[in-house]
T-cell receptor, first 113, second 116 residues
Framework: DTGVSQDPRHKITKRGQNVTFRCDPI?????LYWYRQTLGQGPEFLTY????????KSRLLSDRFSAERPKGSFSTLEIQRTEQGDSAMYLC???????????FGPGTRLTVT | AQKVTQAQTEISVVEKEDVTLDCVYE???????LFWYKQPPSGELVFLIR??????QNEISGRYSWNFQKSTSSFNFTITASQVVDSAVYFC?????????????FGQGTRLTINP
């Protein structure tokens, strides 16, 4: 039984660099979500996909952020020209369309120095 | 706009005590879902329960129970006979039930520490 996986688990980058994270959802799940969690806060929604279509983006997702889900399988989240304020845990979750439980991956912790 | 409030930032109890985590929500939707997630020190969010707005029946699962009261917009979580392994941050969350909008709105979480 494979759950949601994310890679890398940790990323340290210098301000101004680009970073890309990957999420592999549970195989039969057609919905995939990205959230961001900062220290001491609950996760905040960033964007979600149904299959390969990106259906909603939060205002938190500035133009430096882009997410893709080619072929409706894995997804990538790219942050361009990283800033120190981007330091956070980036969480991926997936769900079956007909059900509403989202199952989360272990997250990617980004530190921008 | 949807909002979830978990007023208790931190709770510390001694093992075997019962503890209740409070959750109050705001939404204009008549149909919605409520959730509880657990985030242990390892960091991965673990799904505990989903409740829809039409089902106010309380639920019990082992030592866990949930009390949903629509009249007070609350969805409280009780752990009976707490154990050290219950130590974690617990999040309450809300989502709309429309098919095209299932994003979760989380509260700030309650850090629960169970002391031996």
């Amino acid at each position: 039984d494979t759950g949601v996986s994310q890679d890398p688990r940790h990323k340290i980058t210098k301000r101004g660099q680009n970073v890309t994270f990957r999420c592999d959802p549970i195989s039969e799940h057609n919905r995939l979500y990205w959230y961001r969690q900062t220290l001491g806060q609950g996760p905040e929604f960033l964007t979600y996909f149904q299959n390969e279509a990106q259906l909603e983006k939060s205002r938190l997702l500035s133009d430096r952020f882009s997410a893709e889900r080619p072929k409706g399988s894995f997804s990538t989240l790219e942050i361009q020209r990283t800033e120190q304020g981007d330091s956070a845990m980036y969480l991926c979750a997936s769900s079956l369309e007909m059900y509403y439980e989202q199952y989360f991956g272990p997250g990617t912790r980004l530190t921008v120095t | 706009a949807q909002k979830v409030t978990q007023a208790q930032t931190e709770i510390s109890v001694v093992e075997k005590e019962d503890v209740t985590l409070d959750c109050v929500y705001e939404t204009r939707d008549t149909t919605y879902y409520l959730f509880w997630y657990k985030q242990p020190p390892s960091g991965e969010l673990v799904f505990l329960i989903r409740r829809n707005s039409f089902d106010e029946q309380n639920e019990i699962s082992g030592r866990y129970s949930w009390n949903f009261q629509k009249s007070t917009s609350s969805f409280n979580f009780t752990i009976t006979a707490s154990q050290v392994v219950d130590s974690a941050v617990y999040f309450c969350a809300l989502s709309e039930a429309r098919r095209g909008a299932q994003k979760l709105v989380f509260g700030q979480g309650t850090r629960l520490t169970i002391n031996p």
